[in-house]
């Protein structure tokens, strides 16, 4: 008999920087590499997604960094920044949280992963105390987009996003937390 694979979200460790860091720039390389000159699409690779960035990131004491791992292999990831940088200038928020990134593997879009992983977010944000999350979508990314609107995000502002020497137009987007405990039915416990 054969049984179904586990999956288990969790707090990244240092042991799995070098594989998230393999998941991150597959999962990103998938989605959005065709936009850009490869000079700049390696640029921003190497700033955002390089063992040794990430490897900072799950130390962080300001972040916190989530996977869901199945059968030893990290499958999805998100990160947070507890003290969002985003907004000033456009929103009056006073803990305002960073969503920072939010994929799965490629193979696994539309599985459930991306639920899992907001609604974990949803809950830390509300632990932390956040009352707003916040986060940066591409203008064109409209499956994310509906995905966020589900969870009650809509844009604040229109930004900028660079990629090397490549400016995007990307969208700034908030979800007020209405209290501490928003957001936290049903989510994961890590
Ligand atoms: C966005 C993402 C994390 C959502 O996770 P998921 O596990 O695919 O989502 P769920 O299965 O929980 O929910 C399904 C929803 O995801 C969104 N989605 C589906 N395909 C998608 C795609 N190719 N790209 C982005 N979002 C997608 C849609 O809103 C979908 O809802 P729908 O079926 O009603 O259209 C995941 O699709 C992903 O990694 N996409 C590519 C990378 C990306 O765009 N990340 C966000 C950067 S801001």
């Not at 130390?59 to 000033?88: N, Q, Y």
């Amino acid at each position: 008999m054969t049984t179904a694979p586990q999956s288990v979200l969790r707090l990244a460790t240092p042991a799995d920087t070098s594989a998230l860091a393999d998941l991150a720039r597959r999962a990103v390389s998938a989605k959005f590499e065709y936009l850009y000159k490869p000079e700049d699409f390696a640029t921003f690779m190497e700033a955002a997604h390089s063992d040794a960035k990430v490897a900072k990131e799950i130390a962080d004491p300001g972040m916190r960094v989530a996977v869901i791992e199945e059968d030893g292999a990290l499958i999805a990831f998100c990160k947070l920044v507890l003290e969002s940088t985003l907004s000033a200038g456009y929103s009056d928020a006073q803990r305002p949280l960073e969503l920072k990134q939010l994929y799965t593997d490629p193979t696994r879009i539309g599985g459930g992963l991306g639920k899992r992983l907001m609604d974990w977010a949803m809950a830390e944000a509300g632990r932390e105390g956040a009352d707003e999350i916040q986060l940066t979508v591409y203008s064109e990314n409209v499956e994310a987009q509906r995905f966020y609107h589900r969870y009650g995000f809509a844009k604040i502002a229109d930004i900028e996003f660079w990629v090397g020497n490549h400016c995007d137009p990307e969208f700034l987007y908030a979800r007020r937390m209405l209290a501490q405990t928003d957001g936290l039915a049903g989510a994961e416990q890590v």
